[in-house]
């Protein structure tokens, strides 16, 4: 591959987030969406092919953590994920307009950088490319090459989206943790089954979920 990737993570105001887990988190609910977060910008940042990641957010409670943890944070222009994630596009044109753009769901806590790096090198091959997600409805990662305009079309039933846009979709074996995104409370246990991030362990530790037995993104 001639080219890293700058990636952006969209972090949704945490008083809106991960709704469809707040019967099942109680009061750990935002907790857990930075928690989630906080795992995938992790994995994310000790893949070789990643040169930075870009995280929109409005939110100071989700800005923070994930700048401590090396995230270049963009304020969110609060018109919607696409909006969200075309301004942290504009700030990685800006930054390194020789990277390629990638747009990655925040809510991937059992992302592995073994999983990503496959990936983004399988987009480096096409003008724009995406990864469905572990339902086949959505989408998990959108890349477009050096130059390439950034186009992302996320929400609802977006894998069929970026197939009429024109994407290819990267159909690899041994992926399933950039695919396995958490919505639901049987999301939650999936990903549990591949290996969660260790800041997500813990929140799932107090949900009486698991032990505490998250591992570092590099060792899963
Ligand atoms: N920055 C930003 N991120 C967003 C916005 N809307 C959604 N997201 C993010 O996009 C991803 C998918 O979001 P949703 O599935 O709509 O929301 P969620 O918080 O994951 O879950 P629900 O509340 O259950 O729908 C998550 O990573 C969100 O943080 C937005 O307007 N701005
Ligand atoms: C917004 C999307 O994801 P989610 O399943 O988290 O709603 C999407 O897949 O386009």
Redesign the pocket.
């Known amino acids: 591959m001639s080219f890293r990737w700058s990636l952006v993570i969209?972090?949704?105001t945490l008083v809106?987030?991960?709704?469809?887990?707040a019967a099942a988190t109680g009061p750990h609910r935002t907790a857990l969406?930075v928690a989630v977060a906080s795992d995938t910008l992790s994995a994310a940042l000790i893949c070789p092919a990643v040169a930075r990641v870009i995280v929109?957010?409005?939110d100071p409670a989700a800005a923070g953590p994930l700048a401590a943890l090396g995230a270049v944070v963009v304020p969110?222009p609060?018109r919607?994920?696409n909006t969200?994630l075309r301004a942290g596009a504009a700030h990685a044109v800006r930054l390194a307009p020789g990277d390629g753009i990638g747009a990655l769901?925040?809510?991937l806590p059992a992302l592995r950088a073994a999983e990503l790096a496959r990936v983004l090198e399988a987009a480096a091959d096409f003008d724009q490319s995406f990864v469905a997600d572990a339902q086949e409805v959505g989408t998990t990662f959108y890349g477009v090459r050096p130059g390439v305009p950034f186009a992302p079309r996320?929400g609802g039933e977006s894998k069929a989206k970026h197939l009429a846009g024109g994407a290819k979709e990267l159909s690899l074996d041994g992926i399933d943790s950039v695919r396995r995104d958490v919505?639901t409370p049987d999301d939650l246990r999936a990903a549990l089954a591949l290996g969660l991030g260790p800041h997500t362990a813990e929140v799932a530790e107090l949900l009486g979920l698991s032990p505490a037995s998250g591992q570092a993104a590099s060792d899963r």
């Open positions: 969209p972090v949704k809106a987030a991960k709704t469809r887990l969406a929109v957010t409005a969110d609060d919607g994920l969200a769901q925040a809510d996320f919505d």
